[in-house]
């Protein structure tokens, strides 16, 4: 069984900073990609940014230059520091951690965490 756990989040000013921190644990688990997806009200979840265990990345264009994610492979800890947050920001952000186990290519999700940015 995978646990995945974050924290952060929370309220802030337009053009504030938050950082949200995301951990993953389990036996059996060969962990390769760990990232954060976010979902608005009536919008569908979409991908924020995700990182390899190797170091590549994927941000959303939405966040270049704004959000930064960054990796402790030692802890299994993935981090999303964002800057410069806009109200359109706004959502529940969910932590994803995917790799290989017992049934091959699986993720997990963490319980989201709100996110909302005042103008």
């Known amino acids: 069984q995978v646990q995945v756990v974050e924290s952060g989040g929370g309220l802030v000013q337009f053009g504030g900073s938050l950082r949200l921190s995301c951990a993953a644990s389990g036996s059996r688990f060969r962990l390769s990609a760990m990232g954060w997806y976010r979902q608005a009200p009536g919008k569908e979840r979409e991908l924020v940014a995700r990182i390899f265990s190797a170091g590549s990345a994927n941000v959303a264009d939405s966040v270049k230059g704004r959000f930064t994610i960054s990796r402790d492979n030692a802890k299994n800890t993935v981090y999303l520091q964002m800057n410069s947050l806009k109200p359109e920001d706004t959502a529940v952000y969910y932590c994803?951690?995917?790799?290989?186990?017992?049934?091959?290519?699986?993720?997990?999700w963490g319980q989201g965490t709100q996110v909302t940015v005042s103008s």
């Open positions: 994803n951690a995917g790799g290989i186990d017992a049934h091959g290519w699986s993720d997990y």
